[in-house]
């Protein structure tokens, strides 16, 4: 089992950037596929990244490509991402993901296993 820690959301203004970090707890984060969605009021949980257990692969939602960067940090069990050129509508709530049966790198809710509490994120115009 993983218990993940969310940090570092808050506002900024269009066109700025921020730093979200999950902490996992355990001595086992290698071994997890790791990953990124956010919500809003009203709407379905959406896809933002996700990492491999090894960090040497990554894929990410076409609304993010280029301006996100997930990575992470077996040695501090920490999984970053890195959010660059907002906009309003990366408003949301961040949830840092983990999964620990992975077959591939996926885009489904269902397929993974521990959710952290979220991080609001909230980009002004």
């Known amino acids: 089992q993983v218990q993940l820690v969310e940090s570092g959301g808050g506002l900024v203004h269009a066109g700025g950037s921020l730093r979200l970090s999950c902490a996992a707890s355990?001595?086992?984060?290698?071994?997890?596929?790791m990953g990124w969605f956010r919500q809003t009021p009203g709407k379905e949980r959406e896809f933002v990244a996700a990492?491999?257990?090894?960090?040497?692969?990554?894929y990410y939602a076409d609304s993010v490509k280029g301006r996100f960067t997930i990575s992470r940090d077996n040695a501090k069990n920490t999984v970053y991402l890195q959010m660059n050129s907002l906009k309003p509508e990366d408003t949301a709530v961040y949830y840092c993901?983990?999964?620990?049966?992975?077959?591939?790198?996926?885009?489904?809710?269902?397929?993974?296993?521990?959710w952290g509490q979220g991080t609001q994120v909230t980009v002004s115009s």
């Open positions: 355990g001595r086992t984060f290698s071994i997890y596929v």
């Open positions: 993901v983990a999964d620990q049966s992975p077959g591939a790198l996926a885009m489904d809710s269902g397929e993974y296993d521990y």
């Open positions: 990492i491999s257990r090894s960090g040497l692969t990554t």
